[in-house]
């Protein structure tokens, strides 16, 4: 029952299937797995989705939302490195690790912004680490972003203005 929201969005992502097999590329697979906790503060913070099922309904952030929870390799919490991991998300991007240290505890936390609240669930093909807040994925270049923030108007004009927007403009993954 606390992990059912992203249950149903990799069901719907269609990576259900894969996270229960063998990984062909790789040693296993990690999974950062939200809580239903962290699926609701997602979609309270978002701007594009307010319900689950908004989020079940856009296939194409689906898409990358659920891949971008899972590195391409089984890695226990003590091989964490400090900074990104050697292996590629499913979506071709990284995830870094930082370790928080606060008086009386210390925790790994994943691209700066997930805390990993239970790590190491041992599997047969890789690794469960749960988080206490879901990943936001990679999804728009830096124009894009600026293009649809209030804040960045002047910047915006003086890209568009100097003829600068291809280089703001690049998605590496297929650039």
């Known amino acids: 029952d606390q992990y059912s929201s992203f249950l149903e969005i990799a069901k719907k992502g269609g990576i259900d299937k894969t996270l229960s097999a063998y990984n062909p590329n790789g040693d ?3 999974l950062f797995l939200p809580t239903n906790a962290a699926i609701d503060s997602f979609l309270d913070e978002n701007e594009n989705f307010s319900t689950l099922q908004d989020l079940l309904n ?3 952030y689906l898409w990358y939302f659920c891949r971008y929870h899972v590195v391409n390799e ?3 919490a003590n091989d964490f ?3 990104a991991f050697s292996e590629f998300t499913l979506t071709d991007d990284n995830l870094a690790v930082s370790f928080v240290h606060e008086t009386d505890t210390s925790y790994y936390k994943i691209n700066n912004q997930a805390p990993v609240i239970r790590p190491n669930i041992e599997l047969s093909n890789g690794f469960v680490h749960i988080i206490s807040k879901a990943l936001t994925p990679i999804t728009q270049t830096t124009y894009d972003w600026i293009s649809v ?3 960045y108007t ?3 004009a003086a890209v568009d203005t100097t003829g600068l927007k291809s280089l703001l403009d690049i998605d590496p993954k297929t650039d």
Request: net charge negative; glycine share 22%.
């Open 28 to 30: 296993g697979y990690t």
């Open 74 to 76: 089984g890695i226990d």
């Open 154 to 156: 002047l910047f915006k």
């Open 58 to 60: 856009d296939e194409v």
């Open 149 to 151: 923030h209030d804040g």
């Open 81 to 83: 490195p400090f900074g």
